[in-house]
């Protein structure tokens, strides 16, 4: 696994000056019926230049930020169908619980809230007036202690499919839509890594006999076996998308995770 550094949303002072934006990066994961984790370089965060020395004040952004990502968001959900792309935010203080957190727009209407769900998933209205505004967006931590993610996982509907038999296009499709997501994201977050899907990985309860997966491919069958931490991964791989062999499986998995690794011509 790849361990990323993460950043921090921190509030600029008022009146608002048009902030800078650095992008840095972090890490999550997403539940559905079986554990599905979600895709280790989709995990992106915002971090606002901070203010000098001054009284301490919520952490804060505006709402064009959001809102331009959130309008990505939807757009992208729309066209992979085989991933669920969520926004997330969490404290950075490990004592802040999501349920701690609230959020809202202060616009010159009134607050509107932004509910937090689990996980700290939550999304942002998108409205053109609001847009126009650009009110901020108020969290109420410390400046300094929040970090905004994004984060693409399996879709549930997708991972439930995941049977003891199943299809291989269809489910690896959306591990090669993970390069397209990602790099539909990167105009927001240029200095995160260039990370590249590879396959899936599936876990395993352990067991006396190591579960194992078999591709029945045309050019004969290919055994995967689980490793010692009751894993194995299964290959992205041209040849297979196109044929979408049977693949068959002796245990269920656990949990399911799109595999990644650092492409060499990233940053």
């Known amino acids: 696994m790849i361990k990323i550094r993460r950043g921090y949303l921190k509030n600029p002072p008022l009146p608002r000056p048009a902030p800078s934006v650095i992008a840095t990066r972090g890490a999550s994961g997403q539940s ?11 995990c992106l965060c915002w971090m606002l230049l901070a203010p000098p020395p001054a009284p301490a004040q919520d952490a804060r952004l505006p709402y064009h930020t959001l809102c331009r990502m959130q309008q990505t968001q939807l757009e992208l959900s729309r066209a992979h169908t ?8 969490r404290s950075t203080n490990s004592n802040v619980k999501y349920s701690d957190i609230t959020a809202s727009i ?12 689990p ?32 984060h693409a996982g399996l879709a549930p509907s997708l991972a439930r499919q995941l049977t ?43 067991t006396a006999i190591a579960p194992f997966a078999i591709i029945h491919a045309k050019d004969g069958a290919r055994r995967l ?10 290959p992205l791989d041209a040849d297979w998308m196109r044929e979408d062999p049977v693949i068959t499986l002796t245990e269920i998995p656990v949990s399911v995770e799109i595999a990644m690794r650092k492409s060499q011509d990233g940053p």
């Open 32 to 42: 559905c019926r079986m554990t599905v984790k979600a895709v280790q370089s989709a």
């Open 82 to 89: 085989n991933l669920s792309l969520v926004l997330q935010m």
């Open 164 to 206: 003891n038999a199943v299809h291989y296009a269809p489910l690896m499709r959306a591990v090669r839509e993970c390069d397209d997501v990602q790099n539909a994201m990167r105009p927001f977050f240029p200095a995160a890594p260039r990370l590249t899907a590879v396959g899936l990985r599936l876990s395993f309860r352990s």
């Open 225 to 234: 076996s689980a490793d010692a931490h009751d894993e194995l991964i299964i």
């Open 119 to 150: 996980g700290g998933v939550f999304t942002v209205p998108v409205r053109g007036d609001l847009l126009a505004e650009d009110p901020w967006i108020l969290v109420n931590q410390p400046g300094g202690t929040m970090e905004l993610n994004w």
């Open 106 to 117: 202060r616009a010159r209407s009134g607050v509107i809230p932004i509910p937090i769900g």
